[in-house]
């Protein structure tokens, strides 16, 4: 395999396997059942890692960067990698999100059950474990129940420059405690009534220490466990006991969870010195998000882009969803070698969304099939082909489905005496340094023959409706003195006797700044009015009867792919993922 480039996670690792960091490794607990856990029986030797989404919405192209970040890291480590559902805030969370999460990881190119040690897991079933470590604490004189209000406990709490004040719950006994907190899970008191809170310090300078809340009320079903409780834990207690229930070695989150990192250590290290977790503990690593210019990726504006009907669904091809960017046509090997050379860092990165079509291209060139396709169709007659070939010849032609590669064969197609050509291929009066179709000038037909213009025919408008030409004999493509004529300019075409009418449409940027959200900014205001275009094209017949997400690279124009919704094999849709160049609009 190709060297990867290195990052501070690569480094860790790599020190750590080589002092023999996790060797004897024991599974930390027992979360859900035995048997479930009896076959993730860690390597004692191995890294261990977790994808670990919320199931509160679709994946895009940042968590694309978690995912590779983590599998690759197992990957190339010998180590595993679990995909975990941080399912344990219930009104958020649905099986909705949880089936398209897998399904993306997995089109992604990742799997947790192929070696029998990287697992699917679900924080919710951890929620016996979660609460018995809640008693733990409270036994150990480490949490409390606390009846202050929300607003009083906000008060209370301080800020930056102020230390906290203690609530007056804070020195209630261990059987009071353990008595409220029973009542909580018991469904004796009110959403929002009291709290379990950590008992650590009002007055550390990490607000994160002081005295976080644990666990609360809220009458709420949840998607796997149901209506088994109404207490739940707080996210920031549930991670570190998901991560050392499952053995992680490294948690690597985003660098927004960096002040909260000491609270993962004090619980972890509190639960283990009163037995409930056995050492190593995970540690967590944090690194800076991956941002993409031109992209938002803030789940809420996302909704906010399809719920205001901005886009048409979080699979719409402009969409920065994983979903959306199937749809366009993204491969999944551009999105890893995306996220991969964008690395791992101590701060948030922006990349540059060039990025990711400069790796698809590079995915796609040695790969996607050639076709000829007019996208804005101009009618050119050839108004000497009856009097060279005979009325209703048609003149077979060829060109390799992929220059480089011979074995994939050529494709078929024929020159008749009218051909769809892109109108601006033609200038009534050129441009400087134009070379394609203007009276008096020759192209070659790219494939078939040289043809000179002779002029064009308009609407009453002074649109020009079609395009008029004759044939050069004997300059047709593959024969012998072909090239005798010398032009400046080929262009493509699609004969208008065997062209396959097909609906494209062209994607562009959504958002017109580089920043959409920047500073308080509305994305609303900096919307790309053009990010869509579609219009009727024409293709050569090759192209007739394709199956959905079949990708070809246009010649001159770009790639593409056939829709995976609203294509049908007699009624071609193509999706522009992206030009062969950089640049706007292409
Ligand atoms: P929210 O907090 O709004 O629910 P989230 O994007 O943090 O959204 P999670 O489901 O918690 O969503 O994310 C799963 C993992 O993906 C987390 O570890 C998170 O840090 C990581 N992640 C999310 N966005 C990015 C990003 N832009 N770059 C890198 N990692 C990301
Ligand atoms: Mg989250
Ligand atoms: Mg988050």
């Not at 006994?173 to 008595?179: F, G, T, V, Y």
């Not at 995970?282 to 789940?299: A, D």
């Not at 790969?367 to 169709?377: G, L």
């Not at 094209?537 to 919704?565: M, N």
């Amino acid at each position: 395999a190709p060297p990867k480039p290195s990052n501070f996670l690569r480094t860790i690792i790599e020190r750590e396997l080589a002092e023999g960091a996790y060797a004897g490794r024991q599974w930390g607990g027992t979360p859900g059942d035995a048997a479930h856990h009896a076959a993730g029986r860690p390597d004692p030797a191995q890294v261990r890692l977790r994808f670990p989404p919320e199931p509160n919405g679709y994946l895009h192209v940042g968590h694309a960067k978690s995912i590779c970040l983590n599998f690759g890291l197992a990957r190339d480590y010998g180590g595993v990698c679990h995909l975990r559902f941080d399912d344990t805030n219930p009104e958020k969370e649905e099986q909705e999100y949880v089936d398209a999460i897998v399904e993306m990881v997995h089109w992604l190119g990742w799997s947790w059950d192929a070696n029998g040690t990287s697992h699917l897991y679900y924080a919710s079933n951890y929620f016996d474990f979660m609460y018995r470590a809640a008693e733990t604490l409270i036994d150990a004189g480490l949490a409390y129940v606390d009846e202050q209000s929300a607003d009083q406990m906000r008060a209370n709490r301080g800020d930056f420059t102020t230390p906290g004040t203690n609530s007056p719950w804070r020195e209630r006994s261990r059987e009071d405690n353990l008595a409220r907190f029973r009542e909580m899970r018991d469904g004796q008191h009110a959403d929002g009534a009291m709290v379990l809170r950590a008992k650590i310090d009002m007055a550390s300078p990490n607000i994160n220490l002081r005295d976080p809340a644990l666990y609360r009320i809220k009458r709420a079903h949840h998607h796997n466990t149901g209506d088994k409780w109404c207490i739940y834990p707080m996210y920031t207690y549930a991670h570190p006991i998901e991560d050392a229930l499952e053995n992680i070695t490294h948690s690597i989150c985003t660098l927004e969870f960096e002040d909260q990192r000491p609270f993962y250590d004090w619980l972890l290290n509190a639960l283990a010195d009163n037995g409930l977790l056995q050492r190593p503990l995970p540690k967590q690593h944090e690194f800076g998000r991956l941002n993409l210019t031109y992209v938002i990726t803030s789940k809420r504006k996302l909704k906010a882009l399809v719920d205001e009907g901005i886009v048409e669904g979080w699979d719409d091809p402009r969409m920065p969803t994983l979903a959306g960017m199937r749809r366009r046509g993204y491969t999944p090997a551009s999105v890893r070698t995306m996220a991969e050379n964008t690395g791992a860092s101590k701060t948030n990165i922006w990349v540059d969304y060039s990025a990711l079509d400069i790796a698809l291209r590079d995915d796609l060139e040695g790969q996607a099939p050639r076709a000829m396709a007019v996208i804005d169709p101009l009618k050119l007659t050839l108004t000497n082909w009856d009097q060279l070939f005979g009325a209703g010849h048609h003149e077979p032609c060829h060109a390799p489905a992929h220059p480089q590669r011979p074995e994939l064969g050529q494709r078929q197609f024929s020159l008749g005496p009218a051909v769809w050509i892109e109108r601006d291929d033609f200038a009534e009066v050129p441009p400087k340094g134009f070379f394609r179709l203007f009276p008096g000038n020759k192209v070659r037909l790219k494939y078939g023959m040289v043809i000179e213009c002779t002029g064009c025919e308009k609407d009453a408008d002074g649109r020009v409706t079609s395009v008029l030409a004759t044939v050069v004999p004997d300059t047709k493509s593959g024969t012998p003195g072909a090239d005798a004529v010398k032009v400046k300019g080929t262009i493509t075409w699609v004969g208008v006797h065997d062209a396959v009418p097909a609906t494209i449409k062209l994607y562009d940027r959504l958002f017109t700044e580089a920043q959409p959200d920047a500073g308080d900014r509305d994305f609303r205001d900096v919307l790309n009015p053009a990010s869509k275009t579609v219009v009727a094209g024409y293709v050569e017949p090759s192209l007739a009867g394709l199956p959905a997400e079949a990708r070809f690279q246009f010649e001159r124009h770009g790639y593409f792919i056939t829709d995976r919704k609203d294509h049908r094999s007699d009624a071609p849709v193509f999706n522009r993922i992206t030009g062969l160049k950089d640049g706007w609009g292409k």
